[in-house]
């Protein structure tokens, strides 16, 4: 099985990033996959979610890039700044500040921008989930270079049209300068109001934009607040609860699609192997 890095990118705020990345991690952890959750965005919504509020914590993302301005001889690596295992097993967080903000323009102006992806380098978890800023910034930008796949979370009102456009433009932007490889996943559809016009409408436009929109679509739930206030990802809380169950559902169809395309990357390794030694130097 491939190691995975997804990032939960819409520079729109409040439509479910931190909400989706924590609770797709927490899945992913319980279907037994070594997981990391790196809270890229300062705000440090995700930290808190697990971590809750009034932890400071002793390592950071903010930590790994106060690093990254200095000189090293050695490449510093992001395993070294994880802040905490969790109390879910097998799940473990690089958590995040405000102070990381302080550090933006310096950042900036010594083009840091490599460094998140630089860090992941000899990763050994099964899946990385980036939760970065609601903005098109660096600390965002730095999340779409070192991703390998990319999720769009939008929350159904007219606006989301217009930013899965610009979203478009920025993973081509992305894709043709930095990471080629990346694979949009598709968008998820948040706060879902079940059979209404308006919904079902935003979402064939999306359709016709070109965007894979995945399934099952995540309900509206007042739940999904609690679970935040109660410092513990829905999943977890609340495993039966419809809003878990969508997860729970987009979290297995984003894995089955992976074990196919495993599968098929396997079958061609396969036949690659099988060819002969000339045959092989002439598709190499
Ligand atoms: N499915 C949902 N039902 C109800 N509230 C939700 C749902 N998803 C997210 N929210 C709420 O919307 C707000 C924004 O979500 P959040 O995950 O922080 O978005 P983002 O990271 O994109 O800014 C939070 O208060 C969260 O509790
Ligand atoms: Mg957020």
């Known amino acids: ?26 899945c992913s952890a319980i279907r037994g996959k070594r997981t990391l959750l790196i809270d890229s965005d300062p ?70 921008i490599m460094k998140l992806k630089d860090g992941l380098k000899n990763n050994t978890y099964d899946h990385v989930y980036l939760d970065p800023p609601p903005a098109n910034d660096f600390f965002s930008l730095a999340c779409l270079i070192a991703a390998t796949e990319i ?11 217009r930013a899965a456009q610009e979203i478009k433009q920025t993973i081509d932007e992305v894709k043709q300068d930095h990471n080629p490889s990346l694979i949009v996943k598709g968008i998820v559809v948040n706060q879902y109001q079940k059979g209404t016009k308006h919904s ?10 070109g965007y894979q929109v995945l399934e099952p679509y995540i309900p509206t739930s007042i739940k999904v607040r609690e679970s935040h ?29 992976e074990n196919k395309l495993d599968s098929q990357i396997e079958i061609k390794n396969i036949q690659a192997k099988q060819q002969s030694p000339e045959e092989s130097k002439i598709h190499v």
Not at 1 to 26: D, E, P
Not at 200 to 209: N, P, Y
């Open 1 to 26: 099985m491939s190691q995975k890095i997804r990032v939960i990118y819409n520079q729109k705020g409040g439509v479910g990033k931190t909400t989706i990345a924590v609770n797709l991690a927490a």
């Open 43 to 112: 705000q440090g919504n995700a930290s808190s979610y697990i971590l809750g509020s009034n932890k400071q914590p002793e390592k950071s993302l903010t930590h790994y890039y106060e690093s990254c301005l200095h000189l090293n001889i050695f490449r510093q690596s992001i395993f070294e700044y994880i802040t905490s295992q969790t109390r879910i097993p097998n799940l473990h967080l690089v958590a995040c500040n405000r102070e990381l903000e302080e550090l933006r323009t310096k950042l900036e102006n010594k083009h840091k």
């Open 151 to 161: 999720i769009i979370p939008i929350d159904c009102d007219a606006f989301s049209i």
């Open 200 to 209: 079902l409408g935003i979402i064939l436009e999306l359709k016709k934009i």
């Open 229 to 257: 206030s109660e410092v513990k990802p829905i999943v977890i809380g609340y495993p039966d609860h419809p809003v878990s169950q969508a997860l729970f559902g987009l979290f297995d169809e984003l894995d089955k699609s």
